[in-house]
Each structure stands twice: as structure tokens, then as C-alpha cells.
């Protein structure tokens, strides 16, 4: 049996995160995978003599502490910008020195995100993991609607946290005073954010794929939504459009009112069954929140949204179908398949495609990895005869043993 036995397996690399699983996930299950393969067996053996030297040289520490804080010591995995558990898409990877690089991809470089949006409901989370804030009319937005009010977005601007984020004011969380209907002490600091493009894809329609959320209530029966329906911070707060958009003579004053009020639904309404749906696609730099940026979108058009769907497809260089792997590349294939690949793309940065990676080391190594497989079966089976042939030893070992002893008594008597 050969073993892939490479040396500085360091850099970054892109995964495929699914949705349902989180970043930490990722990096944990790749951590713990990397610890034991032989892909970093002599990366982490270097790293362990040389914390052995530090410690031993440097401190008092018996030699079974030493030992055991060297034997903790793991390849070093970090990520490059968290996305949400519902989330899927380019997940940025650090591994060994390479974790050194990924406040590169934090703070400087570009995201692209497909999404999709669900109009008439706003959430306290912006998604469809929270609880209902709002419930609005839809019947009056247009696909065209929608197209003209992300314009309003596009380019360098600023967002706001939503105001049931856990961001605190003056100590209480920002949801505290949403929920108790209590004034902001101050306008909520709003942050640097760049839209480089925002667009709306047709049509605006029911997917049966996403259902409205259901109405929560309390003890008394009532709905957060109800309860919230004239809560002037949540409703009288203004969007912030683009400093470029504010700035285009060419656009009516009408047209920028930042102060738009939501067509609410009277609070017997009855909960809906279907709302529409719409997709989008946007790029934008870092610390831009595709939730806010999805329920501004929603009150632009005087109604609501949250979203349902969201897929980081392109993140700096690295591109969904194109340089990242799957998880499952690490967690199913065999890992001197998935070790040279990653050495390549490690060593290569994003300028190869993993796919086209897999298939040259599965050809090459196919002959090598067969024969493997043929002497294993050969082994399984010889040793499937021998156990045979041992228990049919012992059988007949049993018989002539009670045999001889039958013929024994027979003669005794």
C-alpha cells in the first residue's frame, strides 16, 4: 500500500459549503480529517518537534507536560468569512501558514450572491430562520417595481444593522427596544458598504419550494407582527440609498425619499399560503449583509422581504464549479486522491480547476489503486479459506474426539 507523504501543504483553498452545515462545521471536520491523513503527517510531525524544542528550551514544564501539550498540537485550518447555516457557496480555507492570509479575503475583495427573496413577510433575522416582524401587501409590486429600486442601491453607500440584530445600544440589545417600542438614544452607526452590481431576474411568482413562515404567538395569543404593527422605530426608520444614486441629477427628487412606510396588512388578516418570490444576483465587497440588503430592497417597494435562498457563488479568485472543492472531495474520496489535488491548488492558488485535477490523479494513480484493491480482495479471500479450513479442522477434530469416546464406554461396558 503507497502513501502520499507531501511537505508545506500550506496556502488557501475553496470548499462548496452545503447548506445545513456552518463554517465552523467545515473547518472542524477538515481539522480533524487533516490531523490524522498522511497528506499532512510530515507538516505536522516538523510542527510538533519544534513546539517540543520551544517548550523544552523555554520552560520548566516536566517532560509529561510537554509531551502532552506537543501531542494537542494540530495542522492550524481557519476560514476566510462565515456564511450562514442556510447558506451555501464559496467558503474560503486556510490551512498552516496560509491562515495568516485570510484577513485578505475578510476585509478586500469581492462577493458574488445569487439569492431569492420572499415578498410580503419580514423577519427578526432578515431569513427564514426567524420569527415573523411584518406582514405587508405584494399585489402592487412589479418585477419592474423591484429592478428600479435596487438602482437605488448599487454603488458606494452605507447599511444600517437591522434593528433585531444583537448589536447594543447604551448596553440593550437593538431587539429589546424593537420589541418594547422604546426610542433609539441615538441613530444606530451605519456602516461602510459597496454595491458593485444588484440585479432582479423575473418572474415574480409563487415557488412552491418556499412557504410563507407561520404566524408565532405568545401566551395572550398575539403575534409579534401585531404586536409591532405601529412600533415607530421599527417602521419609521429611513433606508439608505447610494451615495451615486443620491447623486444622479438626472433622477427626480421623488425618487429619493428615504422615508418609506410598508403597506401593512390589517392584523385579522388571515395568513397567506403562497407568497412570491423573486431571484437576484449581487456583488459586493466586504461586510455587506445580503439579509439587510434584501429587506431594504422589500421597503423600497413598500412592502417587505426576507430571504429564502442564498449561494455565495464567486468569493476574490475562487469560483463555485470552477476551483473549489466539495466537502464530500475530503470526507469520501480516498486522500491520496483529494492530497495531490490539494498540494496543486495549494501551491497554484485559484488558477486551476479542481474537477480537471481529479481526473489527471485518478488516472494516474487508477492502475497503482487497482492493484491495491486486487491484492486486498486476494488477502480477504485466502483469509476467508483459511478460517475455513480451521473451523472444519476443529469440527472434525470434535467428532473424532466424541467417537473415541463412545467407543471407549462401549467397551467398559
Excluded at 300 to 310: F, G, I, K
Aim: proline residues 5%; negative net charge; aromatic residues 6%.
Amino acid at each position: 500500500m503507497f502513501r502520499y507523504l507531501p511537505r508545506n501543504m500550506n496556502g488557501v483553498f475553496a470548499v462548496d459549503k452545503p447548506a445545513g452545515m456552518t463554517s465552523s462545521d467545515v473547518v472542524a471536520k477538515l481539522s480533524k480529517l487533516f490531523d490524522k491523513s498522511d497528506v499532512f503527517a510530515n507538516d505536522l510531525a516538523e510542527a510538533r518537534r519544534i513546539k517540543h524544542e520551544q517548550l523544552t528550551a523555554g520552560t520548566n514544564w516536566k517532560p509529561t507536560k510537554i509531551k502532552n501539550r506537543v501531542d494537542r498540537l494540530g495542522i492550524k485550518v481557519g476560514h476566510g468569512g462565515t456564511l450562514d447555516p442556510m447558506a451555501q457557496g464559496v467558503l474560503i480555507i486556510g490551512v498552516g501558514s496560509g491562515t495568516k492570509q485570510l484577513s485578505h479575503f475578510l476585509g478586500n475583495c469581492k462577493k458574488t450572491y445569487e439569492a431569492k427573496a420572499m415578498l410580503g413577510q419580514s423577519t427578526t433575522t432578515g431569513d427564514s430562520e426567524g420569527e415573523v416582524l411584518s406582514r405587508t401587501e405584494t399585489e402592487h409590486v412589479t418585477v419592474e417595481n423591484l429592478q428600479n429600486a435596487a438602482r437605488k442601491f448599487t454603488g458606494k453607500g452605507k447599511q444600517t444593522p437591522p434593528l433585531f440584530s444583537a448589536l447594543k445600544v447604551d448596553g440593550m440589545p437593538l431587539y429589546e427596544y424593537a420589541r418594547k417600542g422604546l426610542p433609539l438614544p441615538r441613530a444606530i452607526k451605519a456602516r461602510e458598504a459597496f454595491i458593485h452590481e444588484f440585479e432582479v431576474h423575473g418572474p415574480l411568482a409563487v415557488d412552491p419550494q418556499y412557504k410563507p413562515m407561520k404566524l408565532e404567538t405568545d401566551s395572550d395569543g398575539k403575534t409579534l407582527a401585531s404586536m409591532l404593527a405601529s412600533n415607530s422605530t421599527l417602521n419609521d426608520s429611513e433606508l439608505i440609498f447610494s451615495d451615486d444614486f443620491m447623486a444622479d441629477e438626472s433622477v427626480p427628487d421623488s425618487e429619493k425619499v428615504t422615508l418609506i412606510r410598508p403597506r401593512m396588512l390589517p392584523e385579522d388578516a388571515p395568513p397567506r399560503d403562497e407568497l412570491p418570490v423573486v431571484g437576484l444576483t449581487t456583488t459586493v465587497g466586504s461586510g455587506t449583509y445580503i439579509r439587510s440588503l434584501i429587506s431594504d430592497l422589500g421597503r423600497a417597494v413598500e412592502s417587505s422581504a426576507h430571504m429564502v435562498y442564498l449561494n455565495r457563488t464567486k468569493q476574490a479568485e475562487y469560483e463555485v464549479g470552477k476551483n473549489t472543492f466539495q466537502v464530500s472531495d475530503f470526507l469520501e474520496r480516498d486522500e491520496r486522491l483529494w492530497g495531490p489535488v490539494l498540494k496543486r491548488a495549494l501551491d497554484q492558488g485559484s488558477d486551476i480547476v479542481v474537477a480537471d485535477e481529479f481526473v489527471k490523479v485518478e488516472e494516474k494513480l487508477r492502475p497503482l489503486l487497482e492493484k491495491e484493491a486486487e491484492a486486498k480482495a486476494e488477502a480477504k479471500e485466502e483469509t476467508i479459506e483459511n478460517e475455513e479450513k480451521k473451523e472444519t479442522a476443529e469440527n472434525g477434530d470434535t467428532v473424532s474426539t466424541e467417537d473415541e469416546g463412545h467407543a471407549s464406554k462401549k467397551q467398559k461396558v
